[in-house]
């Protein structure tokens, strides 16, 4: 008699913590699949830390081999789910195409970034869901001081010296509280850099930084960015995205070359593309975590609609916390279906949230304890190392050697704009040049909501324009900020146009730009999906 297979599709917090729990429960009865596009688990929150040259890429990566020995670790992306048959189909990392049986499906798919309809914001913003981006934006950041000391002129200097962030939650905040560091460490005592004044500004449609939060935490965070120098604007956001700069919606332009998109996050599509009771693009679940009419699904994090039973009527947020500990009860309600243990309905309690400001400054109330300053920082820290499921000494010896040395500002060149578009189900893998990556076929429902497009235009400074999809699309990126109060004058649920297309073509190179080989660096591309239908 074989053995029952669960699959778990989504390797990230819910995903993880599902798998992890579920074969130490298991003790080798049951076999647990894993299927995700990538080797590794993201630890999300120290993301802002890797963009501003504090941890090394891979610190914040966590093997899933290594940390999940038995485990069986599929690399792919699920393309449709096929519950009558019980059957995942999937695509491999080179293309080749696959099929998952299993008896206990948990969909943990996680999130990707939230699209709003405001002009040019598809064609010149990046998001912060991936660990690409996060290269990117690093990159991005650097060359842009390095242009700007190198240039005679005020106001291309000023420009790019302007860093707009959009959205004011976790990760908007702390991007534009690591990043005014960042760039204010590059140019302090270089005497060729004496004229570059870094501006960070930090938008938000909401009334206060940090709207999910305690408003004492978001005073907390509120004075540090502006301390810092920040230009933070609540109440204002953009309304248009041009090549030039973002138009505001109180009617400034802002000249930037620079516009990081984190108004949140809305839930990967794979879970709407099942043709199930949906929540704001959530997949309906009970207490137990169960899908109603189809017992032997499961599903957690950012793609499933919890209700939260500490608050009747309401579901549980879409932050990593939840995922984490949707994760465990997931794990012991699939162990129950085997006959292992009783299964258990999931319910919280606050055990306080914690924001990274970056230096020694945070805003934290541990078990409603409302600290800031050192003491804030201490607990943030303490906090990232003790959630963490791998790395710790590695994490904790780059924020050693970041307090005693300078930071390294240098480009690598590994992640080009091109590569990380905005308007991605994929955020977690750079999309490659001349289709290199598997050609997934479309899934049935997703044709025609690719996010519009316009061909790319060289930036000045000689870097390719921004967001050009193409290539392999990934998914499944857990974790992430509520998806209320987002800015952009509207609120976050069913905003049109705001669903990518899955299936992106691959990039090709403009007829007048020759191939990426040897010698060749690639270029800027041809965008080649379609204007979008709109959120569900």
């Given at each position: 008699?074989?053995?029952?297979?669960?699959?778990?599709v989504?390797?990230?917090?819910?995903g993880?913590?599902?798998?992890q729990?579920?074969?130490?429960?298991?003790?080798?009865?049951a076999?647990?699949?894993l299927?995700?596009?990538?080797?590794?688990?993201?630890?999300?929150?120290?993301?802002?830390q890797?963009a501003?040259?504090?941890?090394?890429p891979?610190?914040?990566?966590?093997s899933?081999?290594?940390?999940l020995?038995?485990?069986r670790?599929?690399?792919?992306?699920?393309?449709?789910?096929?519950?009558?048959?019980?059957?995942?189909?999937?695509?491999?990392?080179?293309?080749?195409?696959?099929t998952?049986?299993?008896?206990?499906?948990?969909?943990?798919?996680g999130?990707?970034?939230?699209?709003?309809?405001?002009?040019?914001?598809?064609?010149?913003a990046?998001?912060?869901?991936?660990l690409?981006?996060?290269?990117?934006?690093?990159?991005?950041?650097?060359?842009?001081?390095?242009?700007?000391?190198?240039?005679?002129?005020?106001?291309?200097?000023a420009?790019?010296?302007?860093?707009?962030?959009v959205?004011?939650?976790?990760t908007g905040?702390?991007?534009?509280?690591?990043?005014q560091?960042f760039?204010?460490?590059?140019?302090?005592?270089?005497?060729?850099?004496?004229?570059?004044?870094?501006?960070?500004?930090?938008?938000?449609?909401?009334d206060?930084?940090l709207?999910?939060?305690?408003?004492?935490?978001?005073r907390t965070a509120?004075?540090?960015?502006?301390?810092?120098?920040?230009?933070v604007?609540?109440?204002?956001?953009?309304?248009?995205?041009?090549?030039?700069?973002?138009?505001?919606t109180?009617?400034?332009?802002v000249?930037?070359h620079?516009l990081?998109?984190?108004?949140?996050?809305?839930?990967d599509?794979?879970?709407?593309?099942?043709?199930?009771?949906?929540?704001?693009?959530?997949?309906?679940?009970?207490?137990?975590?169960?899908?109603?009419?189809?017992?032997?699904?499961?599903?957690?994090?950012d793609?499933?609609?919890?209700p939260?039973?500490?608050?009747?009527?309401?579901?549980t947020?879409?932050?990593?916390?939840?995922?984490?500990?949707?994760?465990?009860?997931?794990?012991r309600?699939?162990?129950?279906s085997?006959?292992?243990?009783?299964?258990?309905?999931?319910?919280?309690?606050?055990?306080g949230?914690?924001?990274?400001l970056?230096?020694?400054k945070?805003?934290a109330?541990?078990?409603?304890?409302?600290l800031s300053g050192?003491?804030?920082?201490?607990?943030?820290?303490?906090?990232?190392?003790?959630?963490m499921?791998?790395?710790?000494?590695r994490?904790?010896a780059?924020?050693?050697?970041d307090?005693?040395l300078?930071?390294?500002?240098?480009?690598?060149?590994?992640?080009?704009?091109?590569?990380?578009?905005?308007?991605t189900?994929?955020?977690?893998?750079?999309?490659?040049?001349?289709?290199?990556?598997?050609?997934r076929?479309?899934?049935?429902?997703?044709?025609?909501?690719g996010?519009g497009?316009?061909?790319?235009?060289?930036?000045?400074?000689?870097?390719?324009?921004?967001?050009?999809?193409?290539g392999?699309?990934a998914?499944?990126q857990?974790?992430?900020?509520?998806a209320?109060?987002?800015p952009?004058?509207?609120?976050?649920?069913?905003q049109?146009?705001?669903?990518?297309?899955?299936?992106?073509?691959?990039?090709?190179?403009?007829p007048?730009?020759?191939?990426?080989?040897p010698?060749?660096?690639?270029?800027p591309v041809?965008r080649?999906?379609?204007?979008?239908?709109?959120?569900s």
């Amino acid at each position: 008699m074989s053995r029952p297979r669960t699959v778990i599709v989504g390797a990230g917090f819910a995903g993880y913590r599902t798998a992890q729990t579920l074969s130490r429960l298991a003790k080798g009865r049951a076999d647990v699949v894993l299927l995700n596009p990538t080797d590794y688990f993201l630890y999300l929150p120290l993301l802002p830390q890797v963009a501003a040259g504090v941890l090394e890429p891979r610190r914040v990566t966590v093997s899933l081999s290594g940390t999940l020995p038995h485990v069986r670790l599929v690399l792919g992306e699920a393309d449709r789910i096929d519950l009558d048959e019980r059957q995942v189909h999937y695509t491999g990392p080179e293309g080749e195409g696959g099929t998952l049986a299993y008896d206990r499906l948990v969909l943990a798919a996680g999130s990707v970034n939230k699209l709003l309809p405001i002009p040019g914001v598809a064609e010149h913003a990046h998001g912060f869901r991936g660990l690409p981006e996060a290269l990117y934006l690093r990159d991005h950041v650097t060359r842009q001081v390095e242009l700007a000391a190198a240039t005679d002129d005020p106001e291309r200097c000023a420009a790019r010296c302007t860093f707009v962030v959009v959205g004011a939650g976790y990760t908007g905040t702390e991007v534009a509280a690591h990043g005014q560091l960042f760039t204010d460490a590059q140019v302090g005592g270089n005497s060729p850099r004496t004229g570059v004044r870094p501006r960070w500004m930090l938008l938000d449609i909401a009334d206060r930084v940090l709207p999910e939060l305690d408003e004492r935490l978001s005073r907390t965070a509120d004075k540090v960015l502006r301390e810092r120098g920040v230009d933070v604007r609540m109440g204002t956001s953009v309304k248009e995205a041009t090549h030039d700069g973002v138009l505001l919606t109180d009617g400034e332009f802002v000249d930037t070359h620079t516009l990081v998109w984190c108004v949140g996050v809305r839930p990967d599509p794979l879970a709407e593309s099942l043709g199930l009771p949906m929540e704001r693009g959530r997949l309906l679940v009970d207490p137990h975590l169960q899908v109603p009419g189809r017992p032997e699904v499961f599903a957690c994090g950012d793609a499933a609609a919890v209700p939260d039973l500490e608050k009747p009527g309401q579901y549980t947020p879409m932050t990593a916390q939840h995922a984490w500990r949707q994760g465990k009860v997931c794990a012991r309600n699939i162990a129950a279906s085997f006959g292992d243990g009783e299964r258990r309905a999931y319910r919280h309690k606050d055990m306080g949230f914690v924001v990274d400001l970056g230096g020694v400054k945070a805003a934290a109330n541990p078990l409603g304890v409302n600290l800031s300053g050192p003491a804030a920082g201490a607990v943030t820290r303490g906090y990232h190392l003790a959630a963490m499921p791998g790395n710790r000494v590695r994490v904790a010896a780059d924020w050693l050697l970041d307090a005693v040395l300078p930071r390294q500002a240098v480009q690598l060149g590994l992640v080009r704009s091109w590569s990380v578009p905005l308007d991605t189900s994929s955020p977690e893998l750079a999309r490659v040049p001349g289709g290199s990556g598997p050609e997934r076929p479309s899934r049935e429902g997703d044709a025609g909501k690719g996010g519009g497009g316009e061909p790319a235009r060289n930036r000045p400074g000689g870097e390719p324009a921004r967001n050009r999809p193409g290539g392999e699309p990934a998914k499944k990126q857990p974790g992430g900020e509520p998806a209320k109060k987002q800015p952009g004058g509207e609120p976050a649920k069913k905003q049109p146009g705001g669903e990518p297309a899955r299936e992106q073509a691959a990039v090709v190179p403009p007829p007048d730009q020759p191939p990426p080989g040897p010698g060749v660096a690639p270029g800027p591309v041809q965008r080649t999906d379609h204007p979008g239908e709109g959120d569900s």
